[in-house]
């Protein structure tokens, strides 16, 4: 079953008033769940997306961690989850889906087909939301940056390779340039069988983009190396990076200097550790609970010979 949920934020708080019904439409879904969280903070040029960094990358670890948990326990461990930020309901999203859940106390079936069956669930404790905080330096940074970078194997992609994408997305304003682990450099990885041809992972990704964002341009290059195109690209300006994978960001750094190109603003991705310090209690518990690891995924289907 493919399941459509959709809520409203009235602010970029963690929305834990919503973690049950995430929850529940988990629950319900066998193969796809498209969470759709609606705002006029989403749309470009309202906030500043620099600015505003950690608490859309919390917002979105929080959704997807609600979801993910709930299928990694039912078994559906390739159940495919995907979190969308949106100003108003796009009028493609619901075509494919075979059931919506709706929040209580929201009404959007004027903008829903009439044969989709829908349920309301209800909201939890709204003051249980945590506050929002501040990007450091946020004065001095722009809004948005042309040309913005990130890299990955992005194989069997999951939650935590989407909120890395979207985040990456978010600060974009013309390009977003993905490069792709080429198979030479996988030769180590466990379950090697098992990993997604190039080809594979390159489609998966550049489809969820354009779901997440259709308005941008997307360059998918394979990469032999830490640099990829930051070594001989010198108009990018931006790149994201993992908590785990920052001591590349430190090479990049060094290499675009010795070249004399200009130096990138990093990104971290921070909030997919469970040591994450953007994390209350509560949250960092459950994502120790949850696996956002392809090696994870890959294991699983080599025991279950399932794919």
Same mark, same amino acid.
């Given at each position: ?13 963690? #929305?834990?008033? /919503?973690? &049950?019904?995430?929850?529940? @439409?988990? =629950?319900?879904?066998?193969?796809? *769940? ?82 989709? #069956?829908?349920? /309301?669930? &209800?909201?939890?404790?709204? @003051?249980? =939301?945590?506050?929002?905080?501040? *990007? ?172």
């Amino acid at each position: 079953m493919k399941t459509l949920f959709i809520a409203t934020l009235d602010s970029l708080d963690v #929305p834990h008033h /919503i973690g &049950p019904a995430i929850a529940s @439409a988990a =629950t319900a879904t066998t193969h796809s *769940l498209v969470i759709v969280l609606l705002s006029p903070l989403f749309d470009l040029g309202h906030i500043s997306r620099t600015q505003q960094w950690d608490d859309i990358q919390r917002v979105l670890a929080y959704a997807y961690v609600q979801a993910t948990k709930v299928a990694q326990d039912n078994g559906r461990i390739l159940m495919d989850v995907s979190v969308l930020l949106q100003g108003c309901l796009p009028a493609d999203l619901a075509a494919e889906a075979d059931m919506c859940f709706l929040v209580e106390g929201e009404d959007h079936t004027s903008s829903l087909p009439r044969t989709l #069956p829908q349920t /309301i669930l &209800p909201q939890g404790d709204r @003051a249980s =939301t945590t506050p929002s905080t501040h *990007l450091c330096k946020q004065d001095v940074l722009p809004p948005l940056y042309p040309v913005v970078i990130l890299g990955g194997t992005f194989d069997h992609l999951h939650a935590g390779h989407k909120i890395l994408l979207s985040m990456a997305a978010w600060i974009t304003e013309t390009k977003l340039i993905i490069g792709l682990t080429d198979d030479v450099l996988l030769q180590k990885k466990p379950f090697r069988h098992l990993l997604e041809p190039f080809h594979t992972r390159m489609e998966k990704t550049r489809s969820f983009l354009r779901l997440f964002r259709k308005d941008l341009e997307y360059e998918l290059v394979p990469i032999t190396d830490v640099y990829g195109p930051t070594a001989w690209d010198p108009n990018i300006q931006a790149l994201v990076v993992s908590k785990e994978t920052l001591p590349g960001a430190a090479a990049i750094a060094k290499e675009r200097a010795r070249k004399g190109f200009p130096a990138l603003q990093t990104f971290i991705i921070d909030v997919i550790s469970a040591d994450s310090d953007k994390l209350d209690h509560e949250d960092a518990e459950l994502m120790r609970q949850t696996k956002m690891s392809s090696t994870f995924i890959r294991e699983w289907i080599s025991k279950n010979n399932a794919e």
